[in-house]
């Protein structure tokens, strides 16, 4: 059913560029960090450092909307590192590595900046897990598949070179409550619709890079 959507899609814009008589697809290599942490654990701080790169298909419905559909490596996880000074010793890093595919609708709001939102579906397919100091890679699962959510806003620097902030926060659990964290209770009753595990929630700062590729009536 997902491909069957995608390639409904893509025969729509194709379709469109014919009527218009150019290509109105984009290849957009990219990289970048992520800033990690995860929800749920019992610390705190953006201060996982992840790298994330890849490409994304650019389809422009019109001069100020497109849809973005991305393939992406993304480093995702947590840190904590110890502090004697204040009687802290315990240690924590989590690496997670994801195949990442976001679908994101982006609007240009002028010539210079734009904004971006949509789902992201990732596969977990290796990951590395340390527990004071001691490697426990293997010992607690991970759920292999994350759904999340996607928003950013982003800048044209040059003519084909875009910078963009976009924050990530997953909405099904990495892992579930019970596997080594007790299930954390928020007087927000909204807040605890999503309350089944940890999650991911990430701050991306991403270069890319525009290719674009006109057909041969196009201009």
Same mark, same amino acid.
């Given at each position: 059913?997902?491909?069957?959507?995608?390639?409904?899609?893509?025969?729509?814009?194709?379709?469109?560029?014919?009527?218009?008589?150019?290509?109105?697809?984009?290849?957009?290599? $990219?990289?970048?960090?992520?800033?990690?942490?995860?929800?749920? =654990?019992?610390?705190?701080?953006?201060?996982?450092?992840?790298?994330?790169?890849?490409?994304?298909?650019?389809?422009?419905?019109?001069?100020?909307?497109?849809?973005?559909?991305?393939?992406?490596?993304?480093?995702?996880? $947590?840190?904590?590192?110890?502090?004697?000074?204040?009687?802290?010793?315990?240690?924590?890093?989590?690496?997670?590595?994801?195949? =990442?595919?976001?679908?994101?609708?982006?609007?240009?709001?002028?010539?210079?900046?734009?904004?971006? $939102?949509?789902?992201?579906?990732?596969?977990?397919?290796?990951?590395?897990?340390?527990?004071?100091?001691?490697?426990?890679?293997?010992?607690?699962?991970?759920?292999?598949?994350?759904?999340?959510?996607?928003?950013?806003?982003?800048?044209?620097?040059?003519?084909?070179?875009?910078?963009?902030?976009?924050?990530?926060?997953?909405?099904?659990?990495?892992? =579930?409550?019970?596997? +080594?964290?007790?299930?954390?209770?928020?007087?927000?009753?909204?807040?605890?619709?999503?309350?089944?595990?940890?999650?991911?929630?990430?701050?991306? +700062?991403?270069?890319?890079?525009?290719? =674009?590729?006109?057909?041969?009536?196009?201009?």
């Amino acid at each position: 059913m997902k491909k069957f959507f995608l390639y409904i899609l893509f025969f729509g814009l194709s379709a469109k560029s014919q009527e218009n008589k150019k290509s109105v697809f984009t290849l957009k290599p $990219a990289m970048g960090f992520n800033f990690c942490q995860i929800h749920g =654990d019992s610390y705190s701080g953006f201060d996982k450092l992840g790298l994330f790169f890849g490409t994304s298909v650019n389809g422009r419905f019109n001069e100020k909307m497109s849809l973005e559909l991305g393939f992406y490596f993304s480093q995702k996880g $947590a840190r904590h590192n110890s502090n004697p000074e204040n009687g802290d010793y315990s240690f924590y890093r989590v690496n997670l590595n994801y195949i =990442d595919l976001p679908i994101l609708l982006k609007y240009q709001i002028n010539s210079t900046y734009f904004i971006t $939102a949509g789902p992201s579906f990732a596969y977990l397919f290796s990951y590395n897990e340390n527990i004071d100091n001691t490697d426990m890679t293997g010992t607690y699962y991970f759920n292999k598949n994350e759904f999340g959510v996607n928003f950013g806003l982003g800048k044209i620097v040059k003519e084909k070179f875009y910078i963009e902030l976009r924050t990530s926060n997953s909405i099904t659990p990495i892992r =579930d409550y019970g596997i +080594i964290n007790n299930k954390i209770i928020f007087p927000n009753p909204v807040a605890n619709i999503f309350n089944k595990g940890l999650y991911n929630n990430i701050i991306s +700062i991403l270069v890319s890079y525009k290719l =674009d590729f006109n057909s041969k009536n196009g201009n």
